[in-house]
Every structure is written in C-alpha cells, then in structure tokens.
C-alpha cells in the first residue's frame, strides 16, 4: 500500500513538472547571461514585449500568460489542462525554444499560422503520437524573431521552467505565478476563478 502511493505520488509529481532546457542545458535556461539586465515579472511587461496568439474571449477581465516551449510534454499536459477555462479567462500562448532548434521553429510556424489555436491542436496531436509536432511551415523571419524576443524576455525574468504561467488573481490583484504543468483545478485556484 505505502510502496504504491508513493509510486503514484511520483507519478503525479512528473506530470505537474516542467522543462528547463534541452539536455545539458538544465537549469540554465532561466539564467540571464553577462551582460543581460533582469526584469522584474508583470503583466505589464510581457503585454509589450512578448509576442503570442490568444486563445477565449478578447474581452475576457483577467489574461493569463504563458511562456511554452512547443517540444516541452509539459506545456501540452498545460495545454489540454487549460481548454476548460477558455471560456473564463483570456489565455496568450508565447512560445520560446529553450529545448533545440525544432523549438524555435515550430514556435514560428504556430504564430504565423492562419489560426493558431488550430495549428497548436495538430501540433499536440502530432506531438502525443510521438511525430515530433508540426513542421517550420511558413514561418518568416519575423516570426522566428519573436521566438528569439520572447526567449530573451524569458531569460531576463530569471524563469527556470516551461510551461511558466503568469497573471493577476481575480480577487485580489495579486501577481500569481507558477512554473510547470497545472491540472484545470489548480489554474482555477491559481487564478481565484
């Protein structure tokens, strides 16, 4: 019995984890470099320097951020995690490429796709079939540029982990943060919802 939910504990706790970087880069990932000036986290600063697609109502009163990595497990166990609140909160989705080159570049495909949230759903699908996600596409030097961008801004807020996940709690104003994997209740206890 004892053996069994510690195995299970385990279990969850790898699941609720995150990603810090592609092999021998973990736990760099939320380093500034020499040279670099960190930033203090608000949603005010990434609302101007990120760049990423929305998913729920445009007009929703509480926007929540998160910075993902397309290759991360985690930021898709986020992603499913996240589809029952978008009727509640406006998500921004803000890619990196913290964990190879195929990050960058599927991250740039997903912004310069026709519908993001579409483009985001086949590349989870393909990503959970274990097809490796979907591919550059037509994804422009601007597009990879905004990777590059929001790499950097997550780097100057000293973050360690995808999915990182940023906002205001809706009952005190309060800045909430987390770094990994969340389950539904848990984003709804995050954001007071």
Not at 20 to 38: D, L
Request: glycine fraction near 12%.
């Amino acid at each position: 019995m004892k053996k069994h939910f510690l195995s299970a504990a385990l279990m969850a706790s790898a699941l609720l984890a995150g990603c810090n970087g592609a092999p021998g880069t973990a736990g760099k990932a939320g380093k500034t470099g020499a040279g670099s000036e960190s930033l203090a986290v608000s949603t005010a600063a990434i609302a101007s320097e990120a760049g990423g697609f929305s998913v729920g109502p445009t007009m929703a009163a509480r926007t929540v951020y998160v910075f993902f990595d397309p290759q991360c497990p985690h930021c898709s166990e986020l992603w499913r995690n996240a589809k029952p609140l978008n009727t509640k909160v406006k998500f921004v989705w803000i890619p990196v490429g913290l964990m190879g080159p195929s990050s960058s570049a599927q991250g740039a495909s997903l912004l310069a796709a026709a519908d993001p949230v579409a483009a985001m759903d086949e590349h989870e699908a393909s990503m959970t079939a274990k097809r490796g996600g979907i591919g550059a596409g037509n994804a422009t030097d601007a597009h990879k540029a905004t990777v590059t961008k929001n790499t950097a801004l997550f780097n100057r807020f000293g973050f360690t982990s995808v999915p990182t996940i940023v906002s205001t709690h809706s009952q005190t104003g309060a800045l909430v943060s987390n770094q990994g994997s969340m389950t539904s209740a848990g984003l709804n206890g995050l954001l007071g919802l």
